[in-house]
């Protein structure tokens, strides 16, 4: 292994593989302490003890510290120009606001040159990046219109390969009086312009965006034109977006805050993913979604910042950690897998959120001897290095 580079000395590794565990976590992330890994190019070649680390010409001293697989954010809306401020601020202070909400950003958004909106997707990513995210989801639907979501998603795709068509975000304000005028737009000729730079489809399945009828048509043109589904489901109030994502296979129901008991058995015993934004029950002071439910029932949870500028415009996903820990019933190994592994599921990837032969390199060095920390120290910037495809980015 001459070509290929091992970080040593890592006090607790998160592999997420429980065949590599060595039994000191009872929970399925696969802990091994006094771990070692390998990597050769861009994929992890070894894991293991440090002890048993095979020789190589290049070396990376962890100092005892904690190594986890980089954070998989598996939602997020970052392609926007602008900030909704004003709206927060009236919010967190009780008044009332009425400036459009969403229709704020789609406004500055279609006024925003390409660069304007390309540099805002590099800055997002790169903070994320430094607060140890690898692999990040984001999504159009502030453009509303073919040739704004188009360049939407054209833009995405330069910095990201999981990009979702979000057409279906809310009911455009130029269709406001003709909403059956938008979803054939959605499903038609928005839809053709968008397919060729997307990999998802997604729907805001909810009262006053788009009910159950109109996120299945949207959903099935999108699988007609080989596009993968995935929706908003479930944030507001109760609805038909969790069933319709099982009956559908969409790889994730991403919110599930207000689930019924045959909502929970359906994610339990499908392969959707139910994906919990705690971000945007901060932001809102909302009622935070219950994971331990979820998880209790055998479904399989991932977390995500939901990144965007109207109700979670955060791209932490070690404060969404904590959140879940403290909020949502969560255990620290259980949020950690949720964040990384989880996130991997809801993308329906195997080669990133672990830690293990044949894995891509993506890792995050803490600067703690534990991944519990990520919840026990909540705030504290405990990321230190971050590889991406085997590469240092920090």
Request: charged share 20%; net charge negative.
């Amino acid at each position: 292994m001459t070509t290929a580079t091992a970080i040593t000395n890592i006090a607790s590794l998160v592999t997420n593989d429980p065949s590599l565990g060595d039994g000191s976590s009872p929970s399925n992330i696969g802990l091994i302490q006094d771990a070692a890994v390998v990597i050769d190019g861009d994929r992890i070649v070894w894991v293991g003890e440090s002890s048993k680390a095979p020789a190589t010409d290049n070396a990376f001293d962890a100092g005892g510290r904690a190594v986890i697989p980089g954070f998989v954010d598996s939602h997020s809306h970052l392609v926007f120009a602008g900030d909704r401020t004003a709206e927060f601020n009236a919010r967190m202070s009780g008044q009332s606001y009425s400036a459009g909400g969403i229709r704020t950003t789609v406004a500055a958004t279609r006024a925003a040159t390409d660069e304007q909106l390309s540099a805002n997707v590099a800055k997002y990513l790169h903070e994320a990046l430094r607060q140890g995210t690898t692999t990040l989801e984001t999504k159009s639907g502030y453009g509303l219109t073919v040739e704004d979501e188009a360049r939407a998603l054209r833009i995405a795709a330069t910095h990201t390969d999981e990009v979702t068509y979000l057409g279906a975000h809310i009911v455009s304000p130029d269709f406001a009086d003709d909403p059956a005028a938008y979803v054939a737009l959605v499903t038609g000729e928005m839809l053709d312009a968008c397919a060729p730079h997307a990999r998802w489809i997604d729907v805001f399945c909810e009262k006053g965006a788009f009910d159950g009828d109109q996120a299945r048509a949207i959903l099935t043109a999108g699988r007609a034109k080989g596009l993968l589904p995935r929706i908003h489901a479930n944030q507001l109030s109760y609805g038909p977006g969790v069933q319709l994502a099982v009956e559908l296979d969409a790889a994730s129901a991403d919110h599930c805050t207000h689930l019924t008991d045959a909502d929970v058995e359906a994610l339990a015993q499908g392969d959707t993913v139910a994906t919990l934004l705690p971000g945007a029950e901060f932001s809102t002071r909302a009622e935070w979604p219950d994971a331990r439910r979820l998880i209790d029932a055998g479904a399989t949870v991932a977390l995500s910042t939901d990144c965007n500028p109207g109700s979670s415009f955060t791209s932490s996903m070690p404060f969404c950690i904590a959140l879940a820990v403290r909020d949502m019933g969560m255990t620290p190994d259980e949020a950690i897998w949720s964040a990384t592994a989880g996130g991997a599921a809801a993308l329906r990837r195997s080669d990133i959120g672990v830690v293990r032969e044949g894995a891509r390199a993506d890792l995050t060095l803490l600067d703690a001897p534990s991944h519990v920390h990520l919840a026990y120290r909540p705030g504290v910037p405990l990321v230190s290095q971050v590889w991406r495809s085997g590469r240092p980015q920090l």
